[in-house]
Structures are given as structure tokens and as C-alpha cells.
């Protein structure tokens, strides 16, 4: 789980920039508007609401950071419970800026870029389709958009995205 060296990292880091641009802009259509019920929304009785899902998309964000910075992976690893459905999108954001800001400075990882895409990152991005198929399933669905042409854009990682260009039902 050796780092990225500097040779030939450029590509790769804005390349892991622009998935956490993504992550911003997915992210933000799963939690922007979602009704008050939303959070303590269940499919089952032993299923993760919205809100333990969240808060647990924020720890891997902060996870990832914490990997990228040298912690052992099962040292950084610290899980905190759901706050408020306000506070946790927060922290979601918060995490993706901290992450990003920290490639934006040029700043190597101390685990690769592919491990920490094909570990916690990927988790992200499963969590928020997660997210957004409760969303359908609480009466408060997200609209589908055709991707390749959204206005994902590298370094606007925060609450407030483009909007979209093509949805559909």
C-alpha cells in the first residue's frame, strides 16, 4: 500500500479530483430537499436509515483523508453517530473539501490513489446510490440526469452545484 510518488501523479490527482467533484455533485442531488421523515427512513427494521448511511459516507471521507495523511488504516478508522441530518450533510462536505483541498496543494498520498479509489472512495459512491434509491423509496425521489454532460467541475466540492442540465423521471 505504498504511496503515489511525485513521478507521473499529476494526471492521477486530478483525476481522483475530479471523482470527488463528482462524489459533490451526486451527493448533493441525494441530499438536497429531502423531506423531514427522510433521515429515520427505514426499508427494515435491521436496515441502515438515511442518517446512519450519511454519517457513515462522512467517516470514510474523513477516513480517506486521514489514509492520504499516513494513519494505518485501522488506526484512522473512527466512526462517529449520526448528529442531525443538517450537521452530517455538513460534515459530507466539509470531508470532500478537506480531501480535496489536499491534492489541490499538490500533496502526495501516502496510500495509492487506486487503493484509496478501490476502498473507502468507491464505498462513498455505493452509499450515496444508496441514498438516492431511498430517497425513491421514501416518496421523495431524486431525478435520473443524463451524467455525461452535468457541470461536475474540479474543486466545487461543496453544497452548492450546477445545475442540471438534463433529468428525467
Same mark, same amino acid.
Given at each position: 500500500?505504498?504511496?503515489?510518488?511525485? %513521478?507521473?501523479?499529476?494526471?492521477?490527482?486530478?483525476?481522483?479530483?475530479?471523482?470527488?467533484?463528482?462524489?459533490?455533485?451526486?451527493?448533493?442531488?441525494?441530499?438536497?430537499?429531502?423531506?423531514?421523515?427522510?433521515?429515520?427512513?427505514?426499508?427494515?427494521?435491521?436496515?441502515?436509515?438515511?442518517?446512519?448511511?450519511?454519517?457513515?459516507?462522512?467517516?470514510?471521507? %474523513?477516513?480517506?483523508?486521514?489514509?492520504?495523511?499516513?494513519?494505518?488504516?485501522?488506526?484512522?478508522?473512527?466512526?462517529?453517530?449520526?448528529?442531525?441530518?443538517?450537521?452530517?450533510?455538513?460534515?459530507?462536505?466539509?470531508?470532500?473539501?478537506?480531501?480535496?483541498?489536499?491534492?489541490?496543494?499538490?500533496?502526495?498520498?501516502?496510500?495509492?490513489?487506486?487503493?484509496?479509489?478501490?476502498?473507502?472512495?468507491?464505498?462513498?459512491?455505493?452509499?450515496?446510490?444508496?441514498?438516492?434509491?431511498?430517497?425513491?423509496?421514501?416518496?421523495?425521489?431524486?431525478?435520473?440526469?443524463?451524467?455525461?454532460?452535468?457541470?461536475?467541475?474540479?474543486?466545487?466540492?461543496?453544497?452548492?452545484?450546477?445545475?442540471?442540465?438534463?433529468?428525467?423521471?
Amino acid at each position: 500500500m505504498n504511496g503515489d510518488s511525485d %513521478e507521473g501523479l499529476e494526471p492521477k490527482r486530478q483525476f481522483f479530483r475530479h471523482i470527488l467533484a463528482t462524489i459533490a455533485y451526486r451527493g448533493g442531488k441525494a441530499l438536497r430537499k429531502a423531506p423531514e421523515s427522510f433521515p429515520a427512513f427505514r426499508t427494515a427494521e435491521t436496515s441502515r436509515s438515511p442518517a446512519q448511511i450519511l454519517a457513515h459516507t462522512a467517516d470514510l471521507l %474523513e477516513w480517506t483523508l486521514r489514509l492520504s495523511e499516513g494513519e494505518q488504516w485501522h488506526a484512522a478508522w473512527r466512526p462517529l453517530a449520526p448528529s442531525t441530518w443538517d450537521s452530517d450533510v455538513a460534515r459530507f462536505f466539509k470531508a470532500l473539501e478537506q480531501l480535496d483541498n489536499r491534492f489541490a496543494r499538490g500533496q502526495s498520498s501516502a496510500m495509492s490513489l487506486e487503493i484509496l479509489f478501490q476502498g473507502p472512495v468507491s464505498d462513498v459512491i455505493t452509499h450515496i446510490g444508496q441514498l438516492a434509491m431511498l430517497r425513491r423509496l421514501a416518496g421523495s425521489p431524486v431525478k435520473g440526469e443524463v451524467m455525461i454532460i452535468a457541470e461536475v467541475e474540479v474543486g466545487r466540492i461543496g453544497p452548492d452545484q450546477a445545475a442540471p442540465k438534463r433529468e428525467f423521471d
